[in-house]
């Protein structure tokens, strides 16, 4: 069965310093890939997505994040963060044939300090 | 452009009480779900349409009907809440089945059984 870890429940950085999360996913074949940022009291939104290619994917909110099929990894960094970065971030797969379920990891709250 | 709208934001009910949580779209996509959020889990799918008059389950639909008479509604009814049933749950709508496309969701409703 499918299924995403994020290893780290919570990470605590000072604003201007670099962020990376981590995403490790166990999947039959390589998925589509997705990371999702929920702001306090908000929905989710996507924040950028892997199909294929280019495996450096930029994002919006100066995210990026890497795919590195030999590690089954998909971590998203940011080089410097800002207090609004403060947030909860999902990491999920879905299967690259047309099906309904969007497995998600468990989330990282990201806690920034001044 | 509305996007995903749920309501109500907020619920608190008693035990054996049971309620509706309404979601609407006005995207015209053919694709919804309900999710529910717990901490340390993610998100997991309770039931998931892929058009009018077709629903199914998904991961944990056990205490949960849901019903898609149009297009742009799908409300998650809980029979008699339990507990259990204490968390925050999203409704997302996508234009199709394959996850290619982007998935928008509501901003939730938390809800609380006692």
């Known amino acids: 069965a499918q299924s995403v870890t994020q290893p780290d429940i919570h990470i605590t950085v000072s604003e201007g310093a670099s962020l990376e999360l981590r995403c490790n996913y166990s999947?039959?074949?390589?998925?589509?890939l997705f990371w999702y940022v929920q702001s306090p009291g908000q929905g989710l939104q996507l924040l950028l997505k892997?199909?294929?290619?280019?495996?450096l994917v930029q994002g919006i909110k100066g995210f990026e994040a890497e795919f590195k099929r030999s590690q089954s990894s998909f971590n998203l960094r940011k080089p410097s963060v800002h207090w609004s970065d403060a947030a909860e971030y999902f990491c999920?797969?879905?299967?690259?044939?047309?099906?309904?379920?969007?497995?998600f990891g468990g989330g990282t709250r990201v806690l920034v300090k001044p | 452009n509305a996007g995903v709208t749920q309501t109500p934001k907020f619920q608190v009910l008693k035990t054996g009480q049971s309620m509706t949580l309404q979601c609407a779209q006005d995207?015209?996509?053919?694709?919804m779900s309900w999710y529910r959020q717990d901490p340390g889990m993610g998100l997991r799918l309770i039931h998931y349409?892929?058009?009018?008059?077709?629903?199914d389950q998904g991961e944990v639909p056990n205490g949960y009907n849901v019903s898609r008479s149009t297009t742009e509604d799908f409300p998650l009814r809980l029979l008699s809440a339990a507990p259990s049933q204490t968390s925050v749950y999203f409704c997302?709508?996508?234009?199709?089945?394959?996850?290619?496309?982007?998935?928008?969701f509501g901003q939730g409703t938390r809800l609380t059984v006692v």
């Open positions: 997302a709508s996508r234009p199709g089945q394959g996850w290619n496309t982007e998935a928008f």
């Open positions: 999947y039959g074949a390589t998925p589509y």
């Open positions: 999920a797969v879905a299967p690259r044939a047309a099906g309904n379920k969007l497995t």
């Open positions: 995207m015209n996509h053919e694709y």
């Open positions: 349409s892929v058009g009018a008059g077709i629903t």
């Open positions: 892997y199909f294929s290619g280019d495996t």
